[in-house]
Antibody, heavy 118, light 111 residues
């Protein structure tokens, strides 16, 4: 079964850091570009970051640029999101999503919740 | 403000058809045939329903269809069923450092 499983979420104070992980199974991660997408409580989907198959090309939403870093370890079939200088507005469910084309995300994880609060 | 504009809510009765619009610009929706639609039930992850404007992934009902005219894309659901009640989001490729843009979402209520 093709599956993505996120982990690493939790409660963190403003200014703190967290590292999210996304484990892929049922397919070979290195064949796919990947994204992180988040959803604040009661709000819509917000694209956060993209990474190419090799990891050589990355993009970020303006709201997280210079604070978040996306990376991947294809040997471990894993995707990561290092989040630094966290703010209250980063509170959200974070999803990793497979990105087989330039338009769509065809496989999503169940998400991991990040709460930034003192 | 969301990059793509969707109506906040739509409703319909079982068996009817509804259409959800998604308006962008020539830099995203209008410039590429790379619009997708996602369905999200409460507490669940989004599910891809339409990609590349009008293509359905395997397993998605043919009651779901997509189209595009100019800078506006549309999702049509025919033969509404109770299980279609959910939030729907459009997204588009955007040729910029913001690679993907989403709409604000539309809540579909089946009356």
């Amino acid at each position: 079964e093709v599956q993505l499983v996120e982990s690493g979420g939790g409660l963190v104070q403003p200014g703190g850091s967290l590292r999210l992980s996304c484990a892929a199974s049922g397919f070979i991660l290195n064949g796919y570009e990947m994204n992180w997408v988040r959803q604040a409580p009661g709000k819509g989907l917000e694209w956060v970051s993209y990474i190419s198959t090799s990891g050589s090309t990355v993009y970020y939403a303006d709201s997280v640029k210079a604070r978040f870093t996306i990376s991947r370890d294809n040997a471990r079939d894993s995707l990561y999101l290092q989040m630094n200088s966290l703010r209250a507005e980063d509170t959200a469910v974070y999803y990793c999503a497979r990105f087989p084309g330039e338009s769509n995300m065809d496989v999503w994880g169940k998400g991991t919740t990040v709460i930034v609060s003192s | 403000q969301s990059a793509l504009t969707q109506p906040a809510s739509v409703s319909g009765s079982p068996g009817q058809s509804i259409t959800i619009s998604c308006t962008g610009t020539s830099s995203d929706v209008g410039g590429y045939n790379l619009v997708s639609w996602y369905q999200q039930h409460p507490g669940k992850a989004p599910k891809l329903m339409i990609y590349d404007v009008n293509n359905r992934p395997s397993g998605v009902s043919n009651r779901f269809s997509g189209s595009k005219s100019g800078n506006t894309a549309s999702l049509t659901i025919s033969g509404l069923q109770a299980e279609d009640e959910a939030d729907y989001y459009c997204s588009s490729y955007r040729r910029s450092s913001t690679l993907v843009v989403f709409g604000g979402g539309t809540k579909l209520t089946v009356l």
